[in-house]
Structure formats: structure tokens, C-alpha cells
């Protein structure tokens, strides 16, 4: 989905017209779906039945039922005094409540890219443009924040539940 993304969003820049906003609504349109479909991998190996949550479920699990768990095996780390574990387990729980912030941010500009085409996407020069205040260029490093994310969440999760 990024290499399609970065595709569309390079399309975006060198059309002019309709044709330059359809393609910048898909370009964000695919970066969201490379964060969905990167959460989900990750959400769906810690319990299969997460697979097939909503989009908009995501960041509740990630806030609920995934924080609680880190919570709670800090709480056993801290009275066995396994540091390591500890500070595993503090990356993971800023990672989650990270991933989850962007998700709905990623998701709310996905359903205004494919649902509002009332506002428009503004293109600031020959090659940069927004769509609801998002730069282009934020929205395509949006898949690199979530691997460093959802590979603090995994490197904890795996070590609690092994």
C-alpha cells in the first residue's frame, strides 16, 4: 500500500485538474490503509478475533484491552525488579498510545479523502499538498513511525507472553 501511496501522490503532483485531486485523495487514501493493515498484522497475532474489528475499533483496543495488559505485566516487572522489562514495556505503552493518535488522524483524513470531495485538497506548490491540514509528506511517513511503533508493541508483548 506505501509503494502505491507514493504512486498516487506522485501522480497527484504532476497532473493537473480534477484528475490531480483524485489522485491525492488516493495517495492518502492508500497511506491510510498501510497503517490499518500494518495495526491489524500486529493486533490480529496477539488475538485472532482482532482481525476483524472495525477500522475505528483499532485505536480502543490499542488504548484498552493492549494497555491493560502492558499495565499490568509493568506491575509484575516492577515487583520481580526486571528493568529491562520494565522499560520494554514503557516503549510499548507510549508506542500504543502513539499508533493509536495516529490511526485516528490517518483515518479521519481517509474518510475525508474518500467521502468529502466538498473540501478540497490544497496544493501549495508544483509538488506539495494537504488534504484537512495533512501534509502529503507527513501522511507518507506515517508507515515508518508505525513499524518503529508496532515493533516496540511486538518486542513487549512477545517477551510478556512467552
Same mark, same amino acid.
Given at each position: ?21 483524485l489522485y491525492a485523495r488516493s495517495a492518502y487514501n492508500r497511506y491510510y490503509y498501510a497503517v490499518f493493515l500494518n495495526t491489524r498484522t ?22 484498552? /484491552? ?11 516487572? /516492577? ?52 488534504? /484537512? ?30
Amino acid at each position: 500500500m506505501q509503494i502505491v501511496g507514493h504512486f498516487l501522490q506522485l501522480e497527484a503532483v504532476k497532473n493537473s485538474g480534477n484528475d490531480r485531486d483524485l489522485y491525492a485523495r488516493s495517495a492518502y487514501n492508500r497511506y491510510y490503509y498501510a497503517v490499518f493493515l500494518n495495526t491489524r498484522t500486529m493486533l490480529s497475532a496477539f488475538n485472532g478475533s482482532w482481525a476483524s474489528l472495525a477500522h475505528k475499533s483499532y485505536p480502543e483496543v490499542l488504548k484498552g /484491552q493492549v494497555t491493560q495488559e502492558l499495565k499490568k505485566a509493568r506491575t509484575k516487572a /516492577q515487583k520481580t525488579q526486571d528493568s529491562e522489562l520494565q522499560m520494554m514495556i514503557e516503549s510499548a505503552l507510549s508506542a500504543a498510545v502513539a499508533l493509536s493518535s495516529l490511526i485516528e488522524k490517518a483515518y479521519g483524513v481517509r474518510v475525508i479523502a474518500d467521502y468529502e470531495p466538498g473540501i478540497a485538497v490544497q496544493f501549495s506548490s508544483a509538488n506539495r499538498f494537504s488534504l /484537512q491540514s495533512v501534509d502529503i509528506t507527513e501522511a507518507h511517513n506515517w508507515h515508518s513511525k508505525v513499524g518503529v511503533w508496532t515493533l516496540a508493541i511486538n518486542k513487549a508483548w512477545t517477551q510478556i507472553n512467552a
